[in-house]
């Protein structure tokens, strides 16, 4: 072995690039102890700065979140800003930064538009004259498209969506990041440190498969210090549109969210039916306001929402 390969961390390691990194009490007997100690402090970055500079007029930023991949999580992000959106005075922004699977320019009907440069950064795209999205997506030759980057190319895209797109002044960002607790969420804590986070938002599906994960989420925002806003279970019941019969396509064999809520304190914001309109307007790129507001699982929206907004004290 290499004098300089890390092997395994103790359980409570401060991690590398702090003050106390091979100076805590846990760094005793540890065998990166001087490989962590000679590295030092990490150098502060000078980009946090200009994004907290650049989100100045941003009054609220909230990270949508799942544990698990295919739980809604992009769909609820779209719909959670088109539901604030038919508010006109309230200004909402969407950034996508799902850099493997952005799905928010088909969601919001805006596919193969592109990135616009203008002398204050990049614009985003305006859906309506309130609601505004930026992804990932915009930058790639095609829908089709799949994006082969390691860790630190991605990072740099993730500051550079942060720091050069010109939003002006929003009420609401809302943040899609993809699935899990991985590098993309590491990086957008970090650079929005000074900026400052309202909290997160956490999807899940009621099944057991869903939740395990979500307490996995949990634990991340907790060791970053993010406040965890609360939870919401897509995909919860299946309505027929005919008979208007109820029944359960994912069984909550362990308590579902509701269990799950006692369990972490994370407070339960709603629950969504799984409904066909859903899927018809992501895939047209429509508003499910605009066209089914008398929907279930529309109201259901409207309920979250002004949770949400109750949480965050956004008028």
């Not at 959106?85 to 969407?94: D, H, Q, R, S, Y």
């Not at 996508?96 to 795209?125: K, N, Y």
């Not at 909550?252 to 899927?279: E, M």
């Not at 605009?290 to 979250?304: G, H, L, N, T």
């Amino acid at each position: 072995m290499s004098s300089m390969e890390i092997t395994d961390a103790p359980e409570n390691c401060p991690g590398t690039g702090t003050e106390d990194s091979g100076k805590a009490a846990a760094c005793n007997g540890c065998p990166n102890q001087k490989i962590c100690a000679a590295a030092g402090p990490a150098k502060p970055d000078p980009d946090v700065k200009l994004i907290a500079e650049r989100l100045s007029d941003v009054k609220h930023k909230i990270l949508v979140l799942s544990g698990k991949g295919g739980v809604g999580k992009s769909t609820v992000t779209a719909n959670l800003a088109r539901c604030i959106a038919t508010k006109p005075e309230l200004n909402v922004g969407i950034l996508d930064i799902d850099l493997c699977g952005p799905s928010q320019p088909r969601i919001m009907g805006c596919e193969g538009e592109g990135v616009h440069q203008s002398g204050s950064g990049w614009s985003p795209i305006f859906i309506e004259d309130n609601l505004s999205i930026m992804s990932a997506g915009f930058l790639l030759p095609s829908p089709d498209a799949a994006v082969i980057w390691r860790g630190p190319k991605k990072n740099g895209l993730i500051k550079q969506l942060l720091r050069d797109v010109d939003w002006g002044a929003l009420d609401l960002l809302l943040i899609d990041t993809p699935p899990g607790t991985s590098d993309e969420h590491l990086s957008i804590t970090q650079f929005l440190a000074e900026a400052g986070i309202d909290g997160a938002v956490i999807v899940t599906t009621p099944q057991e498969i869903s939740l395990q994960d979500v307490r996995k989420e949990i634990n991340f925002c907790r060791k970053v210090n993010l406040p965890v806003l609360g939870i919401i279970e897509n995909m919860s019941l299946f309505t027929c549109p005919k008979c208007h019969m109820s029944s359960v396509i994912f069984p909550t064999s362990s308590g579902g969210a509701d269990k799950l809520t006692h369990q972490t304190g994370a407070p339960l914001l709603g629950r969504l039916p799984l409904d066909p309109l859903v899927g018809k307007s992501c895939d047209e790129g429509s508003s499910l306001f605009a066209e089914f507001p008398d929907s279930k699982v529309a109201q259901e929206y409207c309920k979250i929402t002004s949770t949400l907004a109750d949480i965050i004290k956004m008028t």
